[in-house]
C-alpha cells in the first residue's frame, strides 16, 4: 500500500531573497513579502532570521543595535522600518532628482513618466509634474502633447 501524506506533515518552501536593494529598500520588502506569502511564512522570528541572511554586512552595520537586540515582539517590523528609513533616499533628495531630472534618452515618455511619479510621490502635485515631465521630451512632442487639454496618464500614452 503506498505511503499517504500525513494531513499534519509539515512541508517546507525555500525562500530565496534577492541581494537587498539598497536603491530601493521598499521595493525590496515587497518583493520579500511576496516571497514570505507564497512560502506561507508567518512567524516574525523567521522573517526576521530571513533579513539578516539576505542583507550585506555593511548594511547590517547601519541597523546593528536591532541586529544584535532586537525587540522582543514585531522584530520582524522593526528591522523593516528602519532599513526603509535609513536606506531610503529623503523627501528632500527625491525632489531634488526630480527637478535635475533625467533626459528621455531611449525611453519612451510613459516609461520616463513612471519613475519622474515614484519620485514625486505625495509631495509634487500632478500640474508640477505634467510641466516636469512635458519638458523632458523631444520639442515637437511637447507642441504636440501641451495643445491636448488630457490628464497627464492621459498624455503618456497619447505618445506611445
Known amino acids: ?55 550585506e554586512s555593511d548594511i547590517l552595520n547601519s541597523v546593528i543595535d536591532l541586529v544584535l537586540k532586537p525587540p522582543e515582539n514585531g522584530k520582524y517590523d522593526a528591522l523593516k522600518k528602519r532599513l526603509i528609513e535609513v536606506h531610503s533616499e529623503s523627501e528632500d533628495s527625491k525632489i531634488r532628482i526630480l527637478l535635475q531630472g533625467s533626459e528621455l534618452g531611449d525611453q519612451r515618455s510613459p516609461q520616463l513618466l513612471t519613475p519622474m511619479r515614484s519620485l514625486a510621490g505625495d509631495n509634487v502635485g500632478e500640474p508640477l509634474l505634467k510641466s516636469l515631465w512635458l519638458g523632458r521630451l523631444p520639442n515637437g512632442t511637447q507642441t504636440i502633447l501641451a495643445a491636448l487639454n488630457e490628464n497627464l496618464d492621459q498624455l503618456a500614452t497619447v505618445d506611445q
Open 1 to 55: 500500500m503506498p505511503n499517504e501524506c500525513d494531513s499534519n506533515q509539515i512541508s517546507h518552501v525555500a525562500v530565496k531573497p534577492p541581494p537587498f536593494w539598497k536603491h530601493n529598500p521598499v521595493l525590496w520588502f515587497v518583493r520579500l513579502e511576496a516571497q514570505f506569502k507564497l512560502a506561507k511564512i508567518l512567524n516574525d522570528t523567521t522573517k526576521f532570521n530571513y533579513v539578516l541572511s539576505a542583507v
